[in-house]
């Protein structure tokens, strides 16, 4: 269930992950953040859209995805760590992998930090 509030400046969206893939609730997040859906979309504006995810928790995660790898490089050598998906849930909450899962669907530059700071996720 999506839900739209509009305000005077931001319109607030609302998607419910209960029950949905991963995958799924990422683009639609990722979408809606960059304003897509909007009539007057540009690639170098940020849209007046926070979303906000609940219910990250009782996503519907099948066995073989568990072992998908999250990583990240320090910059020094041998400085890479990498973990699956099922032990940074465990770890940081599913509401972590939401977030690094809808940022590595956003465009790679200087607004990928800004718009990050629309997506609110919740357990």
Do not use: C
């Amino acid at each position: 269930m999506t839900e739209v509030k509009n305000t005077t400046e931001n319109i607030e969206h609302t998607i419910d992950a209960a029950g949905k893939r991963l995958g799924k609730v990422a683009t639609e997040a990722a979408s809606w953040l960059q304003g897509k859906n909007r009539t007057d979309f540009a690639k170098h504006t940020i849209a007046p859209v926070s979303v906000k995810i609940v219910n990250a928790s009782k996503l519907d995660v099948p066995e073989k995805k568990k072992s998908d790898i999250y990583q990240s490089y320090s910059g020094y050598p041998g400085g890479r760590k990498t973990e699956t998906l099922e032990h940074l849930g465990k770890r940081l909450g599913y509401s972590e992998v939401v977030r690094r899962t809808v940022n590595g669907m956003l465009p790679k530059n200087k607004l990928q930090s800004k718009l990050m700071h629309n997506l609110e996720v919740t357990e």
